[in-house]
């Protein structure tokens, strides 16, 4: 078993930036990639960002390529989402996922944080 814990969620201006971390305990954390996905009401969860075990490869949703910016800290079983330049359509909850591979379908992982609200003001 695997717990996920997201912080680092809030408001903020449109243009503003936020870090979001997702702290892992429960199981090894090296070699397992990480993704981030969000969803806002109404809509399906979303891709946003995952990164290899090794966090050498990353791949990102073309809605917050040169954005966002996704990296981990094995040593602390932690991996981040930097955001910048944040727009009101960013807003949503925000959830971290661990799987065994990289993909960018959220079906694929098993394991889910509990989410982090982001709101971003116009």
């Known amino acids: 078993q695997v717990q996920l814990v997201e912080s680092g969620g809030g408001l903020v201006q449109a243009g503003g930036s936020l870090r979001l971390s997702c702290a892992a305990s429960g199981r090894t954390f090296i070699g397992y990639a990480m993704g981030w996905f969000r969803q806002s009401p109404g809509k399906e969860r979303e891709f946003v960002a995952t990164v290899s075990s090794s966090g050498v490869y990353t791949y990102y949703a073309d809605s917050v390529k040169g954005r966002f910016t996704i990296s981990r800290d094995n040593a602390k079983n932690t991996v981040y989402l930097q955001m910048n330049s944040l727009k009101p359509e960013d807003t949503a909850v925000y959830y971290c996922?661990?799987?065994?591979?990289?993909?960018?379908?959220?079906?694929?992982?098993?394991?889910w944080g509990q989410g982090t609200q982001v709101t971003v003001s116009s």
């Open positions: 996922a661990t799987h065994s591979r990289l993909s960018n379908n959220p079906a694929d992982y098993p394991y």
